[in-house]
């Protein structure tokens, strides 16, 4: 399994995996590379990821950061209450991790609502974030209303979720998934129906190991990776919007002063107007305008860009390194 492989070369570049408990009993994990680099870093993965979803990238990273990875509340390793499953909430532990755990300055990479928190956490505590890589993340696509209920992560996760923690006849999340991910019109009934088989065989004969079909892209086993360590009920506060409570997705992004970086993927609206991606062209050039030092890249990639360009995610990292310096010497 290619994970697992890349997974003994983030192990050899020496990277170690903690965890830290705050005041309130919070657990969260982490993986930290050894003090290599001159800067901080810290990323922040979407939803149902992990730390270890980095993993294309983190050996390269350690070479030139100090790198920490963390398990979001609700995935991995890290605690799943979902009293925390707010963004105001997750982001404020994450403020004290960067207070109290890497006690400096650091740049912030998130992608997808890592990317939304990403921006929380740069407009809240500007002294400690020198600049931010919002990695396609879902702004304005995901405010309540009509427009949410019309894109891919809605029909393809949140509203599935919300069915299967409704429902009693099937105790496998990943098997009801299969059965309901929309990207299963791409491949047709009959390859969906073959996939489902095989993926039911493998469940029952690996029930303690991530689903894994080696006749699947990387792209597409990688969603299975970490699905087992992840919480639903994250995923029902995006269903019912209540993880964006205190959540003003403009003022955010206009508040923010740092060097940033809006790393888009591709995306297109389909025939029935499903959003096919985590923004439009219109939130793109929305988002674009409301940050004051941004630096728009737009590429032809999956969601997962850090997972399936990870060269262009490195160098989008070093141009984020220019920018911090350019900024610097003019001030």
């Known amino acids: 399994m290619k994970d697992k492989n890349g997974i003994k070369k983030v192990w050899k570049a020496g990277f170690t995996e903690k965890t830290v408990e705050l005041k309130d009993n919070t657990l969260l994990n982490y993986a930290e590379s050894p003090l290599n680099g001159k800067k901080s870093l810290l990323l922040i993965h979407g939803q149902t990821g992990a730390w270890e979803n980095y993993w294309p990238v983190l050996p390269i990273l350690a070479k030139d950061f100090h790198v920490y990875a963390i398990d979001c509340h609700g995935h991995g390793k890290s605690s799943k209450n979902p009293s925390k499953y707010k963004a105001k909430h997750m982001g404020n532990d994450l403020i004290w991790f960067i207070e109290n755990i890497i006690g400096r300055t650091t740049i912030v990479s998130g992608h997808s609502s890592g990317g939304l928190l990403a921006a929380w956490i740069a407009k809240e505590i500007p002294d400690y974030v020198e600049g931010i890589v919002l990695e396609d993340p879902p702004f304005f696509s995901t405010e309540k209303g009509i427009r949410w209920e019309k894109s891919f992560a809605y029909l393809d996760t949140y509203e599935p979720i919300h069915r299967f923690i409704n429902q009693n006849d099937e105790t496998d999340w ?22 489902i088989k095989s993926a039911t065989k493998y469940r029952k004969k690996n029930p303690n190991k991530p689903l894994y079909l080696f006749y699947l892209p990387s792209s597409i086993n990688s969603i299975f990776y970490n699905l087992d360590q992840y919480d639903l009920h994250f995923g029902e506060t995006f269903y019912n919007n209540t993880w964006f409570e205190d959540f003003n997705q403009s003022k955010i992004l206009n508040e923010i002063k740092c060097p940033t970086i809006l790393l888009r993927a591709k995306a297109s609206v389909d025939k029935d107007g499903i959003l096919m991606g985590a923004m439009s062209n219109e939130d793109v050039e929305k988002a674009h305008k409301l940050i004051k030092n941004n630096y728009l890249i737009e590429i032809k990639s999956g969601h997962n860009i850090h997972y399936e360009k990870p060269k262009i995610f490195i160098e989008t990292l070093q141009k984020l390194i220019e920018l911090i310096n350019k900024a610097k010497a003019s001030a």
Not at 177 to 192: D, E, P, T
């Open 174 to 195: 990943v098997l009801f998934y299969l059965k309901n991910a929309l990207w299963g019109k791409f491949i047709g009934k009959n390859g969906m129906d073959k996939l």
